[in-house]
């Protein structure tokens, strides 16, 4: 059964930091990884989507890598803003029906 | 052009009744699947549907069902509504159903069963 988990459950960062978000899964038969971003009580916005077959990819501040061998994804963000504070959910696609999504990284980035 | 839309936002309802939720898929989108998120959880999958089948169900309860228009748009129904049933349901499109198709998702509907 694949399983997403996402660490840290929560981080606060001050203005201008670099940082990373973590997200590993269990099984590596995946046709692709998605990150989300969630502002509170709003849906999801797709931030970037990384094919199997790709190792990373980069939108602005953001890159994301997938290993998809040893089950692992990393979003990191360059140089935080407070704009960036909200949740970060990661998941992955084991199939053509749906995404698995972990419990997702709670950000704050303190002006 | 408007993306995923759902309504209602907010709803509020009591144990045993029953509620439907509404969704109308980005334009050029013909797939939607449901996904309940309770609250500091990430969303789970309920159902999809393709061509106004249900194509794959998550571990739902027979309590939760569906149905899609041949407009795409489509609704979520839950009867006999428990208090763990509140939740942000959300609604996603996407253009076919192939894995390299990422799926757009809507503003949610936040409902609370008293």
Excluded: M
Aim: proline content about 5%; aromatic content about 10%; charged content about 15%.
């Amino acid at each position: 059964k694949q399983e997403v988990t996402q660490i840290p459950a929560a981080l606060s960062v001050p203005e201008g930091e670099n940082l990373v978000l973590n997200c590993s899964f269990t099984d590596s038969a995946i046709y692709n990884l998605q990150w989300f971003r969630q502002d509170p009580g709003k849906g999801l916005t797709s931030l970037l989507l990384i094919q199997s077959s790709q190792r990373e990819q980069t939108s602005g501040r953001l890159n994301a890598s997938l290993d998809k061998s040893s089950g692992r994804s990393t979003l990191y963000i360059a140089a935080s803003q407070p704009g960036d504070s909200a949740t970060y959910l990661c998941a992955v696609r084991p199939g053509t029906y749906k995404y698995i999504f972990g419990t997702g990284t709670r950000l704050k980035v303190l002006a | 052009d408007a993306g995923v839309t759902q309504s209602p936002t907010h709803l509020i309802k009591t144990r045993g009744q029953q509620v439907t939720l509404r969704c109308s898929p980005k334009s050029g989108h013909d797939t939607v699947s449901w996904y309940q998120q309770a609250l500091g959880q990430g969303p789970q999958f309920i159902f999809q549907y393709y061509e106004e089948e249900e194509r794959q169900r998550g571990n739902f309860p027979d309590r939760f069902s569906g149905h899609q228009f041949p407009n795409y748009s489509s609704e979520l129904n839950v009867n006999a509504l428990l208090l763990g049933d509140s939740a942000l349901y959300l609604c996603a499109s996407s253009p076919g159903w192939g894995t390299g198709d990422t799926q757009y998702f809507g503003p949610g509907t936040r409902l609370t069963v008293l």
